[in-house]
């Protein structure tokens, strides 16, 4: 059965432009790891909105911060300090402990790596970047350049803006060759998202960071999807012990409301003069007051502990029924499947339990909050123990 099908109600679409398939949940509310919809049934939400929702729905201190920063100030231009912004920043320097200590903040995962690799041309003066097959940076005319097989499927502009050349996402000794004195910018998510929950080899990214250095090339590491606590560390980049030159984070960094960070090690910083970046909603007060909540309730919560133990208990028990292996880190994973895992998909979603699709046919990806616990993932095993493989 193809889910990708017909709205629940297809009054819904009069007015929106018809671009994404619909799953069949009329969504009416959420609270914690589960999403209830108009026809009365609850399910188990194993996707969270596309990465986004860290926190799960209805998280007390994210609604609190919202609160109390709307009633204080709800929004305020760059051109006028506030407080809320700077004290994020700090936040998130810490928590990141990357040695990324300046934050430019903006609202979307694609508008952070847009400005991410028009800073590693500016301070190059290249005219070239290197991206990885598979990798996914996001739609705009920059961040859709280095993504994998966007010019083929979606990238509608004439061309790109600068040359790129994707490498093998497993092949280290691939990468002499492709980056060399011409390369501005060499931008990876350290897991793929989009590719599947695919988690890059360490010496893979060990050769990507060398291979920078050795050319003067800056490495972007993309966490806009493994970042912000899903890998089951503050970044990816801490789980391997490789610091980028710039790091994106977006998605969980707000969990729901729109927020995006582009990281700066200090020789990028060094750089900057006013007027290099702008944005009229970067930094607008709540999306920085809902960065710091999340940051908070992460540490407060233990939550990237959460992660790390019910990760490996989903690896340990979910290799039941159609599922044949497990690829990714913490809490983005992909389950591969023996058959397409759309039918997979298909099939949880009648026994109430939702998950992702990938690029990959056959993995299904999993995204959840990090509250998840075991008791969920039971329902998950069960579940996927009572689909044909
Ligand atoms: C790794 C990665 N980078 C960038 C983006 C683009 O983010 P946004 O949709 O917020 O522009 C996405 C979105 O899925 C993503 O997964």
């Given at each position: 059965?193809?889910?990708?099908?017909?709205?629940?109600?297809?009054?819904?679409?009069?007015?929106?432009?018809?671009?994404?398939?619909?799953?069949?949940?009329?969504?009416?509310?959420?609270?914690?790891?589960?999403?209830?919809?108009?026809?009365?049934?609850?399910?188990?939400?194993?996707?969270?909105?596309?990465?986004?929702?860290?926190?799960?729905?209805?998280?007390?201190?994210?609604?609190?911060?919202?609160?109390?920063?709307?009633?204080?100030?709800?929004?305020?231009?760059?051109?006028?300090?506030?407080?809320?912004?700077?004290?994020?920043?700090?936040?998130?320097?810490?928590?990141?402990?990357?040695?990324?200590?300046?934050?430019?903040?903006?609202?979307?995962?694609?508008?952070?790596?847009?400005?991410?690799?028009?800073?590693?041309?500016?301070?190059?003066?290249?005219?070239?970047?290197?991206?990885?097959?598979?990798?996914?940076?996001?739609?705009?005319?920059?961040?859709?350049?280095?993504?994998?097989?966007?010019?083929?499927?979606?990238?509608?502009?004439?061309?790109?803006?600068?040359?790129?050349?994707?490498?093998?996402?497993?092949?280290?000794?691939?990468?002499a060759d492709l980056i060399d004195r011409d390369t501005a910018a060499v931008i990876v998510e350290p897991v793929q998202g989009v590719g599947g929950a695919y988690d890059l080899a360490r010496p893979m990214l060990q050769a990507l960071r060398q291979r920078c250095d050795e050319t003067g090339a800056l490495l972007i590491f993309d966490e806009v999807q493994c970042g912000m606590g899903r890998s089951g560390a503050p970044f990816a980049a801490n789980h391997f012990g490789i610091a980028p030159d710039m790091l994106t984070a977006a998605k969980a960094l707000g969990n729901g409301f729109p927020v995006?960070?582009?990281?700066?090690?200090?020789?990028?910083?060094?750089?900057?003069?006013?007027?290099?970046?702008?944005?009229?909603?970067?930094?607008?007060?709540?999306?920085?007051?809902?960065?710091?909540?999340?940051?908070?309730?992460?540490?407060?919560?233990?939550?990237?502990?959460?992660?790390?133990?019910?990760?490996?208990?989903?690896?340990?028990?979910?290799?039941?029924?159609?599922?044949?292996?497990?690829?990714?880190?913490?809490?983005?994973?992909?389950?591969?499947?023996?058959?397409?895992?759309?039918?997979?998909?298909?099939?949880?979603?009648?026994?109430?339990?939702?998950?992702?699709?990938?690029?990959?046919?056959?993995?299904?990806?999993?995204?959840?909050?990090?509250?998840?616990?075991?008791?969920?993932?039971?329902?998950?095993?069960?579940?996927?123990?009572?689909?044909?493989?």
């Amino acid at each position: 059965m193809s889910i990708a099908g017909k709205a629940p109600d297809e009054a819904y679409h009069g007015h929106l432009a018809q671009v994404f398939a619909q799953y069949p949940i009329d969504v009416l509310h959420g609270e914690g790891v589960w999403i209830h919809a108009r026809d009365g049934r609850k399910y188990l939400d194993f996707y969270g909105g596309h990465a986004v929702a860290g926190l799960g729905y209805g998280h007390p201190r994210w609604l609190a911060a919202l609160e109390r920063q709307a009633r204080q100030m709800a929004f305020q231009t760059n051109a006028l300090p506030i407080a809320i912004r700077e004290r994020a920043a700090a936040k998130l320097v810490k928590f990141a402990s990357l040695g990324l200590d300046t934050v430019f903040w903006i609202n979307s995962g694609a508008e952070a790596n847009e400005n991410a690799l028009k800073m590693a041309f500016r301070m190059t003066g290249r005219t070239k970047a290197v991206a990885l097959e598979q990798g996914w940076h996001g739609r705009t005319a920059a961040a859709g350049a280095v993504t994998w097989g966007a010019l083929e499927k979606w990238y509608g502009f004439p061309r790109r803006p600068f040359d790129v050349s994707f490498a093998p996402r497993d092949r280290p000794e691939a990468l002499a060759d492709l980056i060399d004195r011409d390369t501005a910018a060499v931008i990876v998510e350290p897991v793929q998202g989009v590719g599947g929950a695919y988690d890059l080899a360490r010496p893979m990214l060990q050769a990507l960071r060398q291979r920078c250095d050795e050319t003067g090339a800056l490495l972007i590491f993309d966490e806009v999807q493994c970042g912000m606590g899903r890998s089951g560390a503050p970044f990816a980049a801490n789980h391997f012990g490789i610091a980028p030159d710039m790091l994106t984070a977006a998605k969980a960094l707000g969990n729901g409301f729109p927020v995006s960070a582009l990281m700066l090690s200090k020789r990028v910083a060094r750089e900057l003069k006013y007027d290099d970046m702008g944005t009229t909603f970067g930094g607008g007060p709540m999306a920085c007051a809902v960065a710091e909540a999340v940051i908070d309730a992460i540490e407060s919560e233990s939550l990237l502990a959460n992660v790390r133990t019910v990760s490996a208990y989903i690896r340990n028990n979910c290799l039941v029924g159609p599922i044949t292996g497990v690829q990714g880190l913490g809490f983005l994973l992909g389950l591969k499947t023996s058959r397409p895992a759309k039918e997979v998909q298909a099939a949880l979603m009648e026994k109430n339990i939702l998950t992702g699709t990938s690029g990959d046919a056959h993995v299904l990806r999993l995204l959840p909050a990090y509250i998840m616990n075991e008791r969920h993932v039971d329902q998950l095993c069960d579940a996927l123990a009572q689909i044909r493989p």
